[in-house]
């Protein structure tokens, strides 16, 4: 069972465009993580988001947890060929150790230059 | 401060061969995980540590699949024998305490197994 859905899966889009990927999922989770992940490496923290209707910001990229913690957003404003990359969310369902963190399967991202 | 190591990046090896994987973690971090993410998918966890002890291997194929962590430090993860379905990067992660909403996964450049 995929918890967490992504979309879309894939999107090439022009340079100086915005766009919004989406994270979605009937379960709660106590906080939710973004992560850019590039060829060849392992996926690299970009925030963590822990309240409904939380908003952060860094630089370009604006993301938002949903009211109920069920589902969050990514926007970017004018994409750069170096956003390039895949967008993987990752929930944490529970606050205590022995609950898990699950991993969508991701948002590859193309910016054509 | 050194990132997550891991060793081989890559390795090719044929059906029912077995394979190890080496990972070192980021100093002083209590918390080691090991992932499988197959081409097109998310990281799937396959185990984590807590210092040398299991939290979770729920999703760890016990039949084929060990892992190990000597000391509270290094990790091995083994596959044996290996199937062609294992074919995947394989992503070593660790963070300071493995608990709590913001704890930040500090992920290696994994290791691409691909078996024929």
């Known amino acids: 069972t995929q918890l967490l859905e992504q979309s879309p899966q894939f999107l090439s889009i022009q340079e100086g465009e915005n766009l919004t990927v989406y994270c979605n999922s009937s379960s709660v989770f106590s906080s939710l993580q973004w992560y850019r992940q590039e060829p060849g490496e392992g996926p690299v923290l970009l925030v963590t988001?822990?309240?409904?209707?939380e908003v952060k910001k860094l630089k370009r990229l604006t993301f938002q947890f949903g009211d109920a913690r069920k589902d969050s957003s990514l926007h970017i404003t004018a994409a750069q060929p170096g956003d390039t990359g895949l967008y993987l969310c990752a929930g944490l369902r529970g606050m205590n150790r022995d609950d898990k963190i699950i991993f969508g399967k991701g948002t590859r991202l193309h910016i054509l230059p | 401060e050194a990132g997550v190591a891991q060793s081989p990046r890559y390795k090719i090896i044929e059906k029912r061969q077995s394979v190890a994987f080496w990972c070192n973690p980021i100093s002083g971090h209590a918390t080691l995980y090991w992932y499988q993410q197959i081409l097109g998918q998310g990281p799937k966890l396959l185990i984590q540590?807590?210092?040398?002890?299991?939290?979770?291997d729920s999703q760890l194929p016990k039949d084929r699949f060990s892992a190990e962590r000597l000391k509270g430090v290094d990790s091995t993860l083994k596959i044996q024998p290996a199937k062609l379905e294992d074919s995947a990067v394989y992503l070593c992660?660790?963070?300071?305490?493995?608990?709590?909403?913001?704890?930040?996964?500090?992920f290696g450049p994994g290791t691409r197994l691909t078996v024929l």
């Open positions: 988001v822990v309240t409904g209707g």
């Open positions: 992660a660790s963070s300071p305490r493995g608990t709590g909403r913001t704890d930040t996964q500090y």
């Open positions: 540590f807590q210092n040398n002890g299991v939290v979770d």
